[in-house]
């Protein structure tokens, strides 16, 4: 959704479209907590959905715990630090907006891989 602290074209579009489709949108992230609720104020998710401090253990129990309460989980990520949530998650969309390389392992352990954020709206899940 963002890096370097400024946010991908797009992404609050991208949000409101998935709310307004009925689909909850959440934060995990092991960047610091205050950023990521600069964040989700931004791109308008309630602070109740943004998990501060994931690592990648704590991404997959994130995950585990949304299909729990039952959640149909689509986990979008961009590095080695998602592989264990895209192994849990419904589905695993890698994206690369990130513009970073990104090991074979990680492209291996994604279902979909997408070069921008906006490409998730034409995902049917």
Same mark, same amino acid.
């Given at each position: #959704?963002?890096a370097?602290g400024?946010?991908?074209?797009y %992404?609050?579009?991208v949000?409101?479209t998935? @709310? *307004? @489709?009925?689909i909850?949108? +959440?934060?995990?992230?092991?960047d @610091? !907590?205050?950023s990521?609720y600069?964040?989700?104020?931004i791109? $308008?998710?309630?602070e109740? $959905?943004? =998990?501060?401090t994931a690592n /990648?253990? @704590?991404?997959r129990?994130?995950? !585990?715990?949304?299909?729990e309460e039952?959640y149909k %989980? #689509? #986990?979008?990520g961009n590095g080695? *630090?998602d592989?264990l949530a =895209?192994?849990?998650a419904?589905l695993a969309?890698? /994206? ?5 390389? %990104?090991?074979?392992? %990680? +492209?291996?352990a994604a279902?979909?891989?997408? $070069?921008?954020?906006c490409?998730?709206?034409?995902i049917?899940?």
């Amino acid at each position: #959704m963002a890096a370097g602290g400024k946010v991908f074209p797009y %992404v609050s579009e991208v949000i409101k479209t998935l @709310r *307004n @489709r009925g689909i909850h949108t +959440f934060i995990a992230s092991g960047d @610091r !907590a205050k950023s990521l609720y600069e964040l989700a104020e931004i791109i $308008n998710i309630p602070e109740e $959905n943004v =998990f501060e401090t994931a690592n /990648t253990k @704590r991404k997959r129990e994130i995950v !585990a715990k949304l299909q729990e309460e039952g959640y149909k %989980v #689509m #986990m979008v990520g961009n590095g080695p *630090n998602d592989i264990l949530a =895209f192994e849990k998650a419904d589905l695993a969309v890698l /994206t690369l907006e990130q513009d970073e390389k %990104v090991s074979k392992k %990680v +492209f291996d352990a994604a279902d979909i891989v997408i $070069n921008q954020i906006c490409q998730i709206l034409d995902i049917e899940f």
